[in-house]
């Protein structure tokens, strides 16, 4: 091999859960669960991986790198602990990341964010993804902000996956005004419960009118666990992006107790992973 087939990245991208309850398609947050990508330039084209993905060029990571450049030359070796299906990003994760390799290797400065928006079809899941943190997400804008210190989740990923196209068509076509203004009303609650790390304002805040109940019939389990969560020593919780996957919101001192207790509700049909709210973003390493 020459000294120029020597070129290496590792790009590491968080999982991300969108909505938060009230803030449907606007808001979001980093897990603590990560993709990880080794890109290294060996001169022939592969994918190396025990998930279980494509190993051709229609692999979402190996689609969003050749966006910048062409993988010929390049081995992709994927690892991952994000659930692959149930609305925790692992496709947001995908093309994070594939994106960003291909941008340090080539030093491209591209415009990440809006490539990757545009690729996923949603800024929310790729701009907590790219960022970290929780984002406040405006068309084509994201806004970030730190995680409160003390906040934690922990989630429940059934065992069955609902496609997400099954999850946007149970959504009607108009929002009555008394829905939508309950819907502001207590996304903005969150929102300041989460800049004040008010627990008492994020547990009011985590109320949604919008989509969720809308969807409950294609994961009945996970809709009954919401109501069940306060019950059960939690905050709230929500409906991980489209779902099936529910994101339990506690502070650090409930999380095992709330773990065990998931973990018997959960018993046959889902399992309980943590991940808690993730202030790093996607980062890369040259070796």
Do not use: K
């Not at 049909?269 to 996607?282: D, I, K, L, N, T």
């Amino acid at each position: 091999m020459s000294a120029g087939l020597s070129r290496r990245r590792v790009v590491r991208v968080p999982a991300s859960s969108a909505n938060l309850g009230p803030g449907f398609d606007a808001l979001a947050a980093a897990i603590a669960l990560h993709l990880e990508l080794e890109v290294v330039e060996t001169g022939c084209f592969a994918v190396q991986t025990e998930l279980d993905l494509p190993r051709g060029r229609e692999n979402l990571v190996v689609r969003a790198f050749e966006r910048l450049h062409p993988a010929d030359a390049f081995e992709f070796r994927i690892t991952s602990d994000i659930p692959l299906s149930g609305g925790l990003g692992s496709s947001a994760a995908a093309i994070v990341a594939g994106l960003l390799a291909a941008d340090h290797l080539f030093e491209l400065d591209a415009d990440i964010l809006r490539m990757a928006a545009e690729m996923e079809g949603h800024l929310d899941n790729v701009a907590a993804a790219l960022r970290g943190g929780f984002v406040v997400c405006n068309g084509a804008v994201a806004h970030r902000f730190e995680p409160p210190m003390g906040l934690e989740a922990v989630l429940v990923v059934p065992d069955a996956a609902v496609p997400t196209h099954q999850a946007r068509a149970a959504l009607p076509e108009r929002v009555a005004i008394d829905d939508a203004v309950f819907n502001i009303a207590h996304a903005s609650m969150l929102m300041l419960g989460l800049a004040t790390a008010d627990w008492e304002l994020i547990s009011v805040g985590l109320q949604d009118r919008m989509h969720q109940a809308q969807r409950a019939h294609l994961y009945p389990r996970s809709a009954e666990l919401l109501e069940r969560a306060q019950g059960l020593g939690a905050l709230g919780a929500t409906i991980s992006g489209a779902g099936p996957t529910v994101l339990v919101w506690c502070t650090y001192d409930q999380t095992g107790p709330l773990v065990e207790a998931l973990a018997r509700q959960a018993q046959g049909w889902a399992h309980v992973m943590r991940g808690r709210f993730e202030p790093h973003g996607a980062d890369v390493r040259s070796l």
